[in-house]
């Protein structure tokens, strides 16, 4: 069975780091692409970054140059490396990944809120 686990969230003040991980079992090597999306209160879901293991990483304008995302296959995780947080960083992340052919797969989500 195909589980999505993110930990790491947390309060920061703004400028901080932190980072994120999705833990996905029963292995991470049946996915070539995992992405992370966060939500906002009141707002939509909005796609952050994307990791293709061929291609490398991509990321949304609003993060570029913060977040960094990498992948550890021998511990089935990915990882997302967040620096300079803002307050408008302040959401629910959440990891997703999906096979060909089958659905997507989501985890529970971790929040993370940046304020003084």
């Known amino acids: 069975q195909v589980q999505l686990v993110e930990s790491g969230g947390g309060l920061v003040q703004p400028g901080e780091s932190l980072r994120l991980t999705c833990t996905i079992s029963?292995?991470?090597?049946?996915?070539?692409?995992i992405e992370w999306y966060r939500q906002a209160p009141g707002k939509e879901r909005e796609w952050v970054a994307a990791l293709d293991r061929r291609a490398g990483a991509n990321y949304a304008d609003s993060v570029k140059d913060r977040f960094t995302m990498s992948r550890d296959n021998a511990k089935s995780s990915v990882y997302l490396k967040m620096t300079s947080l803002r307050p408008e960083d302040t959401a629910v992340y959440y990891c997703?990944?999906?096979?060909?052919?089958?659905?997507?797969?989501w985890g529970q989500g971790t929040q993370v809120t940046v304020a003084s």
């Open positions: 997703t990944a999906q096979r060909p052919f089958d659905k997507p797969y």
């Open positions: 029963p292995s991470i090597s049946i996915f070539r692409d």
